[in-house]
């Protein structure tokens, strides 16, 4: 997808819904689109922050003059790739507000990163599980347990709206990257399998526009992983048995520089594939199963 054009709202508090306004780091790459979007839930008197992002002076300062006057009762993540924690530390010592939501994790990972690496410095003093909540004057927000693209992955629902918050589990611009080893394709799908029995309104996103047809998009994206599933089965039963060598065929049209990150998406999609019985492995070729 083609980035809009500039201006990017960097920076500025908009107001999505009356409980919902949203902050636009100015942290854009090819993996995070347009860059992080922090959101602050809430009424004047009482708010959450949602993602507060990267350790970024301009984006802390956007953050605090959206919160205004009112209490920050929570400081929530979904994930702790560094495009999304890091700023919660800087965020509390500001506001004294405590850090809740997903677990800590640390992982070495095996491989080309193909987007944020994972924030070693998380520290929540509240970790939630899925369906506890998390409440202000006027809102409360629901944990929905999404792992797969990070094994410890949060969606939170705002009760009073019918909104979702997705992280990067669903995005507004890209399907989200799956990178083993904490990547799993197997818990992925699970997760967006109990996303589509939802009845969700909206999806406000991490990256890329709101989802205004999250069932559609979600029925969309199971369809294109199953997709690619039987794209690398056949390749494989066509004679191409390392990921190095499926690649380049299946990705012609995207830029090079990201088939190290198509390359763990398919790694994602083989182990899954491995785990039904329907390819086995020797070192790094793949073969169909007997």
Known sequence: ???????????????????VRRVLAANPSAFTFTGTQSYVVGSASEVAVIDPGPVEEAHLAALV????????????????????????????????????????LVLADDGPRSDASFDPDYAPDRVVADGEQISGEGWTLTAVATPGHTSNHLCFALEESGALFTGDHVMGWSTSVVSPPDGDMTAYMASLAKLYERTDRVYYPAHGA?????????????????QREN???????????????????????????LWPAAERSVLAHLIDLER?????????VWTTAA
Request: net charge positive.
């Open 231 to 257: 794209q690398i089965v056949r390749h494989i039963e066509g004679g191409t048995h390392t990921i190095a060598d499926m690649v380049p065929q299946m990705y012609k049209a995207v830029d090079p520089r």
């Open 65 to 104: 003059a959206a919160i205004g006057d009112a209490k920050v009762v929570a400081i929530v993540c979904t994930h702790t790739h560094k495009d999304h924690s890091p700023a919660a530390a800087p965020l509390k010592a500001l506001t004294g507000a405590p850090i809740v939501g997903c677990a800590p």
């Open 1 to 19: 997808m083609e980035f809009p054009a500039k201006p990017w709202p960097v920076g500025t508090a908009e107001a999505l819904e009356p409980l």
């Open 276 to 284: 039904r019985g329907r390819v086995v492995r020797s070192d790094d």
């Open 210 to 226: 709101a989802v205004t047809k999250p069932q559609q998009l979600v029925r969309g994206m199971i369809g294109h992983r199953r």
